[in-house]
């Protein structure tokens, strides 16, 4: 069955460091989404990604982090200068074409800002 | 601000009952509705959607939904040890690519 993959499972990394998160949406989906939940909370969404462009984001989804889909496979999320308050589970998820399909969600990457 | 709101919990329930889990939305433009199940650690796996008022039925979950009263509901029937997780409540609007916005989630427990 096919499946959202996301690498690393887990990261560790130094305040202020850049890290990229990275995904393989399903193969035939069209729209991308980057979501994240820190520790006991719930999930929030960061970014929507669709034709090469993101549709829409949050507040959280400020001017250190970025999204990219390099190569009509992979879509990444780069976080330029992370922070304590990065340290999260961020899920990358991918949906086909109709609106009334349902989103599909990688088994996450486990960010820890040291 | 568009909520969505559930029962924390945790929510315990004897093995072979019926768990029923409830979520409300403040956006009356939500078209869609999700059921997500979550286990410790992992990532939120889709176990129903729903998008017209009434009941739709799946194996031992039925969803439920009533725009009316902004008011969606998950029964699991037969419950299992292996129901044992939290479970996510999302909702959107059915037009463009927007976001889904999820609840904080109830933690179910199964008592066997």
């Known amino acids: 069955e096919p499946e959202v993959t996301q690498t690393p499972s887990h990261q560790v990394t130094q305040m202020g460091q850049e890290v990229i998160l990275r995904c393989v949406p399903i193969?035939?989906?069209?729209?991308f989404y980057w979501y994240r939940q820190i520790l006991g909370q719930k999930v929030e969404f960061l970014v929507s990604?669709?034709?090469?462009?993101?549709?829409?984001k949050s507040e959280i989804f400020d001017d250190q982090f970025s999204v990219e889909r390099p190569d009509g496979s992979n879509f990444t999320l780069k976080i330029r200068s992370t922070k304590l308050e990065d340290s999260a589970m961020y899920f990358c998820?991918?949906?086909?074409?109709?609106?009334?399909?349902?989103?599909?969600f990688g088994q996450g990457t486990r960010l820890t800002v040291v | 601000q568009k909520e969505v709101e559930q029962n924390s919990g945790p929510l315990s329930v004897p093995e072979g009952a019926i768990a029923s889990l409830n979520c409300t939305y403040s956006?009356?433009?939500?078209?869609?509705f999700f059921w997500y199940r979550q286990y410790s650690g992992k990532s939120p796996e889709l176990i129903m959607s729903?998008?017209?008022?009434g009941d739709k039925e799946d194996g031992r979950f039925t969803a439920q939904l009533n725009k009316a009263s902004q008011y969606v509901s998950l029964l699991i029937r037969d419950s299992q040890p292996s129901d044992s997780a939290t479970y996510l409540c999302?909702?959107?609007?059915?037009?463009?690519?927007?976001?889904?916005?999820f609840g904080t989630g109830t933690r179910l427990t199964i008592i066997p």
């Open positions: 999302a909702v959107k609007p059915n037009f463009g690519n927007e976001k889904l916005t």
């Open positions: 990604f669709y034709n090469n462009e993101i549709s829409e």
């Open positions: 956006d009356r433009v939500s078209q869609s």
């Open positions: 193969s035939n989906h069209l729209y």
């Open positions: 998820a991918s949906r086909g074409r109709s609106m009334n399909t349902e989103a599909f």
């Open positions: 729903i998008y017209s008022n």
